[in-house]
């Protein structure tokens, strides 16, 4: 054994919480605290690491679609993955005293892994975007904590589901895979959980969870064994937060928190509830001693000699550049983090977009038809600017942006059946002037989700495909319609997915094998539009396909029924909202002394004002979107049978003025 190779055991072995571990592209590197380089190794990993653990002399390192386990350094074994790789921890059990790596995967699945394979796995339903093991007592069971990509927050049972059988797990399962969901906190967010610590802050002997969210928000919630935690503090950000630990750092008596933001800054919370100090005063009376006092001082003017020093730098590097004979210019490094997220609650989009820099203006391009709506935080302008009927626009979009403001948020409304890019160039506040632009591929089924499984009872319409390609190439074209599925081909020798509707509940059922494909859905319109689209694919490659297509006639009336009460919900907000907008013109026109009585009733409508604008403007496409898929209905419907219905559109879009579902029926019958 080489001296190198026993230093690194002897740097794992040891506790590794006064360490620092770092990884770079394949590479973990191992600091003390004093910032001494002391450990290194090589993964020889293809692809970059993206998620890391180190506990004791284990070593846990994550890729996209492959698990790397290290013991004193080294390599021991590895599990492969068929879909993405999320996030990575691990937990010790005291009775076997093993450290078991835990993974959760893009399929919204947590895996527990055992001698490099998967010993169990969970299904949630949800996709989790941050896991976290601890104890909430000393003599209590290990639980696993998640924050979700909606941002909900979670807890598992671990020592529970590790005892069960995997009989066992899957009724466990049929119930319910957690201890609780707290459901109604991501409702008040736009973006998921980032990031999660445990730490007793409150002192009462229970450690408290502390949250990290994208849209800034830091929570700390009170847990007890077996109850669903209470949120007890929490704090408002302008930035993502990137880390959030718990300890006691700048006092020993109080717990404190430490966070770090997408832009690098690194601050403190306390829960000390006393007076706050002010530390501008240098005298005997601001609560520190003169030694920190003294200390503070000299920080605050190191830190004002490094501004002004960057400051010149800064109007230096500008003149250079300005000059016309032998100037110098360099296109400064943009870093930007980006993420386009579902929101299940009102099937759109959260676009979100975060500079290291403050940002100065973002355009938004799209190719498809799209809608945006601002989120309430935003303080950008938003400009839109008409597209020329014969170019290749059907969104032009410009956000200039505030002073300082690094961050944008913005909700994105899709249409299903079209398959194009959203495009957004960012400008940040640098010179020279310079551009970074991201793409964001629309699905034609955008608005689908995962499941794990469909009800067979409904009335489903079946489109089968049979031809000349391989299993990776049908995989492939299901990739390019719906989310959510991996890029790598699965192993096995046929595919099975299913899918839900975000917007009206509908089912999908995708199962394909080599030469041969089944989708089996309760909605025409998807079947439809996976029917063009693949066709259109295949048509590419010179790839011939057999297509048959069975349809069942309930389907199309389960549907309006389906889709009957959304409408209706819809339909009497539009007439309470023009009710009270009448009421408010003929109170606006009569003075204070002499406004007519109203009835009850319009004094309840102009009470619960408020609420109904407030339940629009969460919804603000949706009557325009739900009469678009009764249209798509209505012509599919139509298609499939071979006649064509276009013509009748002004006479559907007549009927939905005057809706009623009877109406409605007869008008698909009679067509």
Avoid at 218 to 230: A, D, F, K, Q, R
Avoid at 618 to 625: A, C, E, M, T, V
Avoid at 650 to 660: A, G, N, R
Wanted: aromatic share 6%.
């Amino acid at each position: 054994m080489s001296a190198e190779h026993k230093l690194k055991q002897q740097a794992l072995s040891g506790s590794s919480k006064d360490k620092i571990f770092v990884s770079m592209n394949n590479e973990v590197h191992g600091f003390t605290r004093r910032g001494k380089p002391f450990f290194d190794i090589n993964t020889n990993l293809t692809e970059p690491i993206t998620c890391m653990k180190v506990h004791g002399k284990h070593l846990f390192v994550c890729g996209k679609y492959i698990c790397n386990h290290y013991e004193s350094s080294m390599d021991i074994g590895y599990t492969v993955y068929e879909e993405e790789i999320v996030d990575l921890t691990c937990v010790k059990f005291k009775k076997n005293r093993q450290v078991i790596p835990i993974t959760t995967s893009k399929d919204g699945t947590i895996s527990v892994i055992k001698g490099n394979s998967v010993k169990q796995r969970v299904d949630l339903s949800i996709q989790p975007t941050v896991l976290h093991v601890s104890q909430l007592g000393v003599d209590q069971d290990p639980h696993l904590f998640f924050g979700t990509d909606d941002g909900r927050v979670g807890r598992m049972n671990l020592q529970r589901y590790m005892q069960m059988s995997t009989d066992e797990l899957s009724d466990e399962m049929s119930n319910s895979p957690h201890e609780w969901l707290l459901k109604d906190v991501g409702k008040q967010r736009k973006g998921g959980i980032l990031c999660m610590d445990t730490y007793d802050l409150t002192g009462d002997g229970v450690q408290d969870l502390l949250v990290g969210c994208q849209d800034g928000s830091i929570e700390v919630y009170s847990m007890e064994e077996g109850e669903e935690c209470h949120r007890r503090f929490s704090y408002m950000c302008n930035e993502g937060v990137t880390s959030v630990q718990g300890g006691m750092i700048a006092s020993t008596e109080t717990g404190e928190i430490v966070a770090a933001t997408v832009s690098g800054w690194v601050f403190g919370l306390t829960s000390e509830c006393g007076k706050q100090e002010n530390l501008d005063q240098d005298n005997q009376h601001s609560g520190f001693s003169r030694e920190a006092r003294q200390k503070i001082f000299h920080l605050r003017s190191e830190i004002a000699h490094l501004e002004q020093k960057v400051t010149r730098e800064r109007e230096k590097y500008l003149a250079s550049t300005e000059d016309e004979i032998g100037g110098l210019s360099a296109i400064p490094i943009i870093h930007v983090t980006s993420d386009m997220t579902m929101n299940k609650e009102n099937s759109s989009y959260i676009l979100t977009i975060e500079t290291q820099v403050p940002l100065d203006s973002v355009l938004l391009q799209s190719n498809i038809p799209l809608d945006l709506q601002d989120i309430e935080k935003n303080s950008a302008v938003v400009s839109y600017s008409k597209c020329d009927s014969g170019s290749d626009n059907h969104l032009l979009a410009s956000y200039r942006c505030q002073v300082n403001a690094r961050k944008l948020v913005v909700e994105v409304y899709t249409k299903e059946g079209g398959a194009g890019t959203l495009q957004a160039y960012v400008t940040p506040q640098l010179q020279p002037k310079c551009c970074r632009v991201l793409q964001f591929p629309i699905r034609p089924l955008s608005l689908h989700t995962r499941s794990q499984s469909i009800d067979y009872l409904r009335s489903l319409n079946t489109l089968l495909l049979m031809g000349a390609f391989s299993m990776s190439e049908m995989h492939s074209w299901v990739h390019f319609c719906l989310p959510e599925i991996p890029e790598k081909p699965p192993t096995e020798s046929e595919a099975c997915y299913f899918f839900k509707s975000t917007f009206i509940d509908t089912q999908l059922q995708c199962k394909y094998s080599k030469g041969k494909a089944e989708f089996k859905s309760d909605n025409i319109t998807t079947i439809s539009i996976l029917r063009d689209v693949i066709s259109k694919e295949a048509t590419k490659k010179n790839i011939t396909l057999d297509i048959l297509c069975d349809l069942n006639e309930k389907s199309v009336g389960e549907m309006l029924q389906h889709i009957n009460p959304l409408l209706m919900v819809c339909l009497s907000l539009r007439q309470k909202l023009e009710i009270i907008d009448a009421l408010h013109e003929i109170l606006d026109q009569n003075p204070e002394s002499d406004r007519p009585l109203l009835e009850m009733e319009y004094n309840d409508l102009l009470r619960e004002e408020e609420m109904i604008r407030r339940e629009i403007n969460g919804h603000p496409h949706q009557l325009k979107r739900i009469h678009g898929m009764i249209t798509e209905l209505f012509v599919d419907t139509h298609r499939f049978k071979g006649v064509n219905v276009k013509g009748k559109i002004p006479q559907l879009i007549q009927v939905l003025e005057t809706y009623t579902l009877e109406r409605l029926q007869h008008f698909f019958d009679e067509a």
